[in-house]
Structures are given as C-alpha cells and as structure tokens.
C-alpha cells in the first residue's frame, strides 16, 4: 500500500502565546532554546512529503516534553505516537505495534525542550524571514539528520514560528513536514496520546 510505505518512512524520524523577551545579542540556537522552553503545547495540521514524493495529510499533536501524536488523514491505517518515554508505531492494517527510544529518532531535538543543541546543531539560514537549524547528533549518526524550519513572528513565542522540518536518514531517504495553523500552549489532555492495541482492541498508552 502506497500510503503505508509512505507513513511508515517517517518514523525514522494560531493561538500565539506571549513572546518571550530574546536579548538582541542571543544567539540564534539561544533563541531556538527560548522558543522550547516557552512551547509547552502545539497543534498543527501537517503535509508529509516523502522520497516518493507522495504527500499525506493529518493533524499533529504535541506536549513537552516527550508526546507526540501524528493522526494520519482518513484511509490511512497508521498512526505515530511518542508517550514520553517510547515512540511508537502502530499499522492498524496488519496489527502490528513498533516501538522505539524517542532519544533514538531525530524527533528528540524537537520535543526535548532541556536538550542542549550546542553540540549537535548549527544554523544554516538566518536572515530577516526564517532561521533554519541543522541538528545532527555525532553519538548517533545512524538517525540521520533533522533540519527544522522557524518563521521569523514577532508575536510567536520567543519571536519563532515553527513551519516544519526535513528528516533525512541514514539511507538518504528525504522526508518533508509542513505546518499549517500553528497553535501554541492550548490545553492538551494526556489522553491524546494514548492508543489502541490492535493486537489486544484494548487502551494502551
């Protein structure tokens, strides 16, 4: 199934709350940092593009530090979860349940607000409009590398919008999310991230 493989290659990988006040002379990974620690919570609809170039649709859901939820558009069987310790891969077609470390997916420099980029990042563009950073974790270089996309909003929490990132693995396999409707700190329960066994049809989280 087309969307599967789709979905499946990526696990490898506005309500504005106030800005926080960033120094002029912070530097920009400083600003990236300010931006997490200020983020508790998000909600976004997500485009995924993958090496095949087909795009997929969901919503994204995330809370700091460590859940995450990647609801796939009707008709896809897949669903993404990271509970704060594992993140897990569930294929309601076949039944079958995947979990790893979230420290092992690139995904980590995202929803570890405390993890400390000074090692593992560098800026690749920052002008006016965007700062991109380029996080590569030397440690574990078999994860890939992760470059993630900020807009420049002065009313977005530390100045940074986040708009979306590109994943690219070990096997140079490209995966490309978008953001759209960004909101921030709303209420989210911990039940969003929970999910169904499909090989027990019972609650699991």
């Given at each position: 199934?087309?969307?599967?493989?789709?979905?499946?290659?990526?696990?490898?990988?506005?309500?504005?709350?106030p800005a926080m006040v960033v120094a002029q002379s912070s530097s920009p990974l400083s600003q990236v940092q300010a931006h997490m620690k200020t983020v508790d919570t998000m909600t976004a609809n997500f485009s995924q593009t993958g090496r095949t170039g087909q795009t997929l649709n969901g919503k994204l859901t995330m809370k700091r530090p460590g859940k995450v939820r990647f609801q796939y558009q009707?008709?896809?069987?897949?669903l993404i979860v990271g509970d704060g310790k594992a993140l897990t891969m569930i294929d309601y077609e076949v039944d079958q349940v995947s979990r790893w470390p979230i420290g092992d997916s690139p995904l980590s420099v995202l929803l570890n607000p405390n993890k400390d980029l000074s090692g593992i990042a560098k800026v690749t563009r920052n002008d006016g409009q965007v700062l991109l950073i380029e996080a590569r974790d030397p440690k574990k270089p078999e994860f890939g590398t992760i470059t993630i996309a900020f807009a420049k909003v002065p009313s977005a929490p530390a100045g940074l919008m986040l708009e979306g990132w590109t994943a690219l693995d070990a096997q140079n396999n490209r995966t490309t999310i978008k953001l759209s409707g960004q909101r921030y700190n709303v209420q989210v329960a911990d039940s969003a991230f929970r999910w169904t066994d499909p090989r027990r049809r019972s609650p699991r989280g």
């Open positions: 199934m087309r969307l599967k493989t789709l979905a499946v290659a990526t696990l490898p990988l506005a309500l504005a709350a009707k008709g896809v069987p897949m």
